[in-house]
């Protein structure tokens, strides 16, 4: 799209100004961005259990094409944001907004085995897992 805005350009000495000519278009990126408020942006970040658990650390294109690496060494949960301040829309230096990171999960099937299972249920639960279930397992 292009857009003409008459008389809004430079001012010659014979007081004549020129046209400001905008063109327009799509910004393609392979993490679709939303804009949230007026400068925020917020996007999915999607994460396996095992980052979420554990921390991460992923490269991510940026809206504006630079990549951007994104460090977190807490756990997460699905729903969680995480905010980068001054990387959203920039209107001047003093004013930038922020990109939001909303985490989603990746789901993977995995085959663990009975004494993995109990290892995670004990981690969670803090207690072993009850003999009835783990032959229910087997």
């Known amino acids: 799209e292009i857009i003409c805005l008459k008389n809004m350009g430079h001012n010659f000495k014979n007081n004549n100004r020129t046209?400001?000519?905008?063109?327009?278009?799509?910004?393609?990126?392979?993490?679709?961005?939303?804009?949230?408020?007026?400068?925020?942006?917020?996007?999915?970040?999607k994460l396996t259990l095992s980052e979420m658990l554990c921390g991460f650390e992923k490269n991510v294109n940026h809206i504006d094409g630079k990549e951007l690496k994104i460090s977190y060494n807490n756990s997460t949960k699905p729903g969680q944001k995480?905010?980068?301040?001054?990387?959203?829309?920039?209107?001047?230096?003093?004013?930038?907004?922020?990109?939001?990171?909303?985490?989603?999960?990746?789901?993977?099937?995995?085959?663990?085995?009975?004494?993995?299972?109990?290892v995670i249920y004990e981690i969670f639960n803090g207690k072993r897992l009850n003999e009835n279930i783990i032959s229910n397992l087997e």
Do not use: A, C
């Open 82 to 118: 995480i905010i980068l301040k001054n990387e959203g829309m920039k209107y001047n230096e003093s004013h930038i907004g922020n990109l939001i990171f909303e985490i989603e999960l990746i789901w993977q099937d995995v085959n663990l085995s009975i004494e993995t299972k109990s």
């Open 19 to 45: 046209d400001i000519i905008l063109t327009v278009s799509d910004v393609k990126s392979d993490v679709p961005f939303e804009r949230l408020g007026e400068f925020d942006i917020i996007t999915k970040l």
